[in-house]
């Protein structure tokens, strides 16, 4: 059965950084497209970025330039990373296949705050 996990969030001060984890139980990890989202609250999730399986990525307009995603298909992991976070980024970020499947991890809590 397949199982998301997904850690690394945490309250940062605006321009600070955090990297997101998120590992993937199963054996479809390697060959499928991974992406990571946000949700605020009274809002739908979004897709922030998502990763094909051969590395090639894309990111919503509001994180492109700060964010990046990458994957460890050795170690069924992809990774977020976060650079001068913004107020506005606070969510609970989750990751998922692209496009989603009915899993959802527990998530993980962004807080950008002063």
């Known amino acids: 059965q397949v199982q998301l996990v997904e850690s690394g969030g945490g309250l940062v001060q605006p321009g600070g950084s955090l990297r997101l984890s998120c590992v993937v139980s199963?054996?479809?990890?390697?060959?499928?497209?991974m992406g990571w989202y946000r949700q605020t609250p009274g809002k739908q999730r979004e897709l922030v970025a998502r990763?094909?399986?051969?590395?090639?990525?894309n990111y919503a307009d509001s994180v492109k330039g700060r964010f990046t995603i990458s994957r460890d298909n050795a170690k069924n992991t992809v990774y977020l990373q976060m650079n001068s976070l913004k107020p506005e980024d606070t969510a609970v970020y989750y990751c998922n296949f692209y496009p989603v499947s009915g899993l959802w991890g527990q998530g993980t809590q962004v807080t950008v705050s002063s």
């Open positions: 199963g054996n479809i990890f390697s060959r499928s497209v």
């Open positions: 990763i094909t399986n051969g590395g090639t990525t």
